[in-house]
């Protein structure tokens, strides 16, 4: 099945996914880390990821732990309404330990009434297949990179990149959360209220007027967070805005 991929499978059996370290490292933003998480699960089969922390037992959901993900919304929803963060066999391995593993879900026993509500959804979406790479934060948090789909052969040559990545991944997304908490404390609220309107595509009169600011004073501010954002313009400090979700 993997085989009509475009993996670039090596002589030795192992699986490149090209320069992963350098490549993440330069990932600036969270829709970044999408991109780049479809195309690497994409290149070895899967469909859909999750890097998320890992909930303790007394956790109340899985979702305010998910970083990024693109699991379909009800997914996860269905998930924490089941109350499966108390019970999921994969959230209590992956409190135990610090090896990648890999679950599947039979769509036999839906037939035989044997699988769960959520296991049912899971096949539904043909998500039959997870691996799931531990990793943990410079202060020994747990977390994990999961990686789902339909039925894969991973070999092992793969796992140990994809555990590589996954810890390249995780710290990376660290990182660029790091720099979104420290762009937005220094931003002031007059400073993301002008940038807003100015992605509402008011003008610095109109936004005077709104905010019963001078004119002068609202160029002040978006000099100012243009300056922040290390931008060129005020275009582009209201993409980088965007894209760091400073505004909406």
Not at 80 to 90: C, E, P, Q
Not at 144 to 168: C, R, S, T, W
Request: with cysteine; glycine share 8%.
């Amino acid at each position: 099945m993997l085989g009509t991929m475009s993996r670039g499978e090596n002589p030795g059996g192992a699986f490149r996914t090209g320069d992963f370290a350098s490549e993440i490292a330069a990932l600036q933003t969270q829709f970044d880390m999408i991109r780049y998480m479809r195309r690497i699960g994409g290149l070895f089969g899967f469909t859909h990821f999750m890097i998320a922390t890992v909930p303790q037992q007394d956790a109340e959901n899985l979702a305010s732990h998910s970083l990024v993900t693109n699991l379909p919304s009800d997914l996860l929803t269905r998930f924490d309404t089941l109350g499966l963060v108390h019970s999921s066999l994969v959230l209590r391995r992956l409190r135990e330990t610090t090896t990648p593993f890999q679950m599947r879900n039979d769509p036999a026993l839906i037939e035989k009434g044997g699988a769960c509500e959520f296991e049912q959804a899971l096949v539904e979406a043909n998500l039959l297949q997870g691996n799931f790479f531990p990793v943990h934060d410079v202060s020994g948090s747990r977390a994990f990179v999961a990686l789902m789909g339909p039925v894969l052969d991973v070999p092992p040559a793969a796992v140990m990149e994809l555990q590589m990545v996954a810890i390249h991944v995780f710290n990376r997304l660290v990182d660029i959360s790091a720099l979104w908490k420290t762009a937005t404390s220094k931003l002031s609220e007059r400073e993301i209220q002008c940038l807003t309107w100015t992605a509402a595509g008011k003008t610095s009169s109109e936004i005077a007027g709104i905010l019963g600011l001078s004119e002068h004073t609202v160029n002040h501010y978006l000099n100012h967070v243009t300056k922040k954002l290390d931008a060129v313009n005020r275009t582009q400090a209201v993409v980088k805005a965007l894209k760091r979700g400073l505004i909406s």
